[in-house]
């Protein structure tokens, strides 16, 4: 079982007392709900999802299972949509399609996934496979995995979005890695969704990536936000300062979320997580005031500083 890092413990009793009413969000919360418009449609996105990286990749015991359900109630009782998902990511994408089918939340999901491997034939056959994992007659965004093959598939991808078996097209990078590679990308061919990684501990998208895809008319979605965990585990051990109660801020995970889906190139966030009460802080941060320019600022030094 993958244990977050980093973030505080909650006495289980005091959790189970609030998971009542943070199930049932209120009438103001609900209406304080960020979103974000993807450029090339206007459909509008919650900047908070949920990755699914390591932690949906469990075996079948019923307590694994049953935490990561109470992960999903609580990530849609927040207002969440978007979960991303891949076949990279082991028996993942088989948890999630048994949950979403359990809690009838297929219709309200926004389904993220990619293809990952080399060939046309391979990977018709593995979005098939994936179709078939979350129960679904088509995906809203098929992406190609850390670029691999990407050329072959994109083919395949326009193909698909015309025949609607999905909706959208996106490429995505991970841990920092060939920026040069998907500028071209972006360059070169229509994406309706780029993923990369942005936060607090690695700003190097802000100069060429985020800009360009702004100007290109893509929707970004961030990976990564927390820097595998390692950044809330550094911050989470000082006091918060006194702008984060002005951002609706309680802990640190939902300032480096604020900070990064604040900025006005990206659509989504998408941190992951196996515990219940850090997916309902997490979500959280979809909720309420998000920094303007000079505040990012100010957080981005003042974390440079610590």
């Not at 932690?55 to 991303?84: C, H, K, M, N, P």
């Not at 515990?275 to 600022?297: Q, S, T, W, Y």
Request: glycine share 8%.
């Amino acid at each position: 079982m993958v244990i977050d890092p980093g973030r505080r413990r909650v006495v289980a009793g005091s959790a189970l007392c609030l998971a009542g009413a943070l199930l049932r969000p209120s009438a103001a919360q609900a209406n304080s709900l960020n979103q974000r418009s993807i450029p090339r449609t206007g459909e509008r996105l919650p900047v908070i999802g949920l990755g699914t990286w390591l932690t949906f990749d469990i075996g079948a015991s019923r307590f694994d299972l049953a935490r990561r359900r109470q992960v999903l109630e609580a990530f849609y009782a927040g207002g969440g949509r978007l979960i991303d998902s891949s076949p990279m990511y082991g028996r993942a994408e088989a948890v999630v399609g048994e949950l979403v089918t359990q809690l009838g939340r297929a219709s309200s999901t926004f389904s993220a996934t990619k293809v990952w491997t080399s060939g046309r034939g391979a990977g018709i056959d593995q979005m098939n496979q994936s179709l078939a994992l979350w129960r679904l007659p088509r995906f809203d965004l098929m992406q190609i995995h850390n670029m691999v093959d990407w050329e072959t598939h994109l083919a395949t991808l326009q193909q698909w979005k015309a025949e609607g078996r999905i909706r959208y097209i996106g490429i995505t990078t991970s841990h920092g890695r060939r920026h040069a590679a998907l500028e071209q990308a972006l360059k070169r061919a229509e994406f309706d969704f780029v993923q990369f990684t942005y936060s607090l501990a690695d700003r190097s998208v802000e100069a060429r990536l985020l800009p360009l895809a702004a100007a290109r008319g893509a929707a970004v979605i961030i990976n990564r936000p927390f820097d595998g965990g390692a950044l809330v585990d550094r911050l989470s051990a000082l006091p918060l300062p006194g702008w984060a109660a002005d951002i609706d801020c309680t802990n640190w995970g939902q300032v480096c979320l604020k900070w990064i889906v604040s900025h006005p190139a990206v659509t989504c966030a998408i941190p992951a997580t196996t515990n219940p009460e850090h997916m309902r802080e997490n979500i959280a941060a979809a909720h309420g005031r998000l920094p303007d320019a000079a505040l990012r600022r100010t957080i981005a030094d003042h974390v440079v500083r610590l």
